[in-house]
């Protein structure tokens, strides 16, 4: 059974950092391109970033591009998200899922798990 659990998400204000992790667990990590995805309150789920399963290519949504740096430990079964110089309109429930394919990195039903979700709260 796939298992893909977030954490490090909470509350935080305008300009600082938070570190999401998604530890992957039921899959042979290493072979899937993972990503991380946002849903706000009243919209759409949205496409954050995606690392591929050799690490050797990344992935930005321009909102975050510049601010926010995904990264993957193989040895782990571990996607990080580290999110810098938050800004308000980041706030939302920040999901990572799993894509064994990974030919459209940023296209949401590509990927076959996802993860519960974790909030990221930033405030003005």
């Known amino acids: 059974q796939v298992q893909l659990v977030e954490s490090g998400g909470g509350l935080v204000q305008a300009g600082d950092s938070l570190r999401l992790s998604c530890a992957a667990s039921?899959?042979?990590?290493?072979?899937?391109?993972m990503g991380w995805f946002r849903q706000a309150p009243g919209k759409e789920r949205e496409f954050v970033a995606a690392?591929?399963?050799?690490?050797?290519?990344?992935y930005y949504a321009d909102s975050v591009k510049g601010r926010f740096t995904i990264s993957r430990d193989n040895a782990k079964n571990t996607v990080y998200l580290q999110m810098n110089s938050l800004k308000p309109e980041d706030t939302a429930v920040y999901y990572c899922?799993?894509?064994?394919?990974?030919?459209?990195?940023?296209?949401?039903?590509?990927?076959?798990?996802w993860g519960q979700g974790t909030q990221v709260t930033v405030s003005s």
């Open positions: 039921g899959l042979i990590f290493s072979t899937y391109t």
């Open positions: 690392v591929s399963w050799s690490r050797d290519s990344t």
């Open positions: 899922a799993a894509d064994q394919y990974g030919f459209r990195y940023s296209v949401l039903y590509d990927y076959e798990y």
